[in-house]
């Protein structure tokens, strides 16, 4: 027992100066909180005013975010309405 404790010590100390270095993952750990300020940004005015000041439009970049949201939707469904038309009507074929 008292001759393998030096060699248990120096198998700990080879272990912890073996042990993998997570960059990545210390990096996500020590990334400073914002929830506090985004909440205060949030909850400013109060939570329930429905559409007179809706929360998905209170931060900075959320009116640019809706708007491309808004505009592939549009998009999208002028597409299926023109497709439907044309299937309804026979036009737009490929010959």
Request: proline share 3%.
């Amino acid at each position: 027992m008292i001759g393998s404790a030096p060699r248990i010590a120096a198998r700990n100390v080879a272990s912890i100066n073996k042990q993998q270095k997570r960059r990545i993952v210390q990096w996500l750990t020590d990334y400073p909180d914002r929830v506090n300020e985004i909440k205060k940004i949030q909850n400013a005015g109060g939570t329930c005013q429905g559409e007179a000041n809706p929360t998905w439009l209170k931060q900075d970049g959320d009116m640019l975010t809706a708007g491309v949201g808004l505009a592939i939707v549009g998009f999208g469904a002028v597409n299926c309405a023109v497709a439907h038309y044309r299937l309804a009507t026979g036009t737009g074929k490929m010959d």
